[in-house]
Structures are given as C-alpha cells and as structure tokens.
C-alpha cells in the first residue's frame, strides 16, 4: 500500500509488514512527469526598468509553482521581482525547457523577454541588489521553495533597475494540477 503527503510529497510504502519512505522534494516529482521548466533570458541592451523576463501561467489546469530565480548582470543594479496584472505580452517569445529531457511536454505557458505590452510592473513581490560595488558581481540564487503560485493569466516579471549590457535572467518552476 502507497499512503503520499500531498503537501511534502513524502511517500510511505507499506509491504510484507515492512515501513520504507521516501522525501522526494515536489520538484523532483514534477521533473519525472514532465512538469517542470526553466525560463532563461540572456543579454539584449537592457535599458533601465525593462522587464528581462516574464513568465505568464496560461493553463487552466494546473498551477505554476515558483521554485527558484536567478540572476547575473554586468553592473551594480537591483532587479525587481514583481507580479504584473494581466495584458497583451510582446517583446521576444522565450521557450520552457522541459527540466526531463525525456519528455517532450511542452510548457503551458507564456515566457517573454524585453517585456513591453504590460500597462503597469503590477506589485513588487522584492527588489535583490546584485552587489553594492562596482566590481565583482556576484549572482543571486534566491530559492522560494514553490512558496509563489501563479494560476491561469497570472505571470512573474523580472525588470532590471539600472541599464544593463550583459545579465541573465532565469525562473525555474513545475505545474501541479489545481486542487479540488
């Protein structure tokens, strides 16, 4: 028998009167069905404000959990990381990449860089400083553990503060079916 914790995505299997259990993490378990992407933006002539990237959940089936964000620029900048409403995206389409490289599922949603339909940035959720110098940049890794849930319509943005030459800009997440 297979009990699972919905929440953790920790498994007991009980056989032969005998306990084992696993803590797989939930993006692990997306992974092997295929359900988890990373979105990755890298360098256009960035000018200050500019959305680097969006990802925009378009399912109406599932939900994109956020489980982590990166981000490397050429100079001393904040980013803003920040929920616009709702719009007409344009700019460059970006594609998902299926974090299983055996599935061919293909991400169900919408990825843009240099961003420039939404009518507003929409909440900022937190701004992160790359470095207060002018030298040695360092990159934030900011894991947020599936703690951001975005569901149909709704989208993360990236918007660099200062004006920026060179960056990266990633967002990794997996798609969990809606809860009923």
Known sequence: MLIEDPKSGGKADVRNSALRVSTASAIHEASLKGDAYAWNSV??????????????NDSSTQLLVIESIYFYADAATAVDI????????????????????????VADATAITDETGQASQG???ITLHTA???TAQEEIQYHVN???????????GIDGVA???????????YFIDIPK
């Open 132 to 134: 207060e110098l002018t």
């Open 146 to 156: 599936g703690a951001i849930i975005l569901g149909k319509d709704d989208a993360i």
């Open 43 to 56: 360098s256009y002539d960035a000018a200050a404000a500019d959305t680097l990237l969006l990802v925009a």
């Open 82 to 105: 920040h929920f616009p409403a709702k719009a007409t995206w344009t700019g460059t389409a970006v594609v998902g990449v299926n974090l299983n490289r055996a599935s061919s599922k």
């Open 123 to 125: 909440p900022i959720w």
């Open 163 to 173: 004006d920026l030459a060179a960056y990266e800009a990633t967002i990794i997440g």
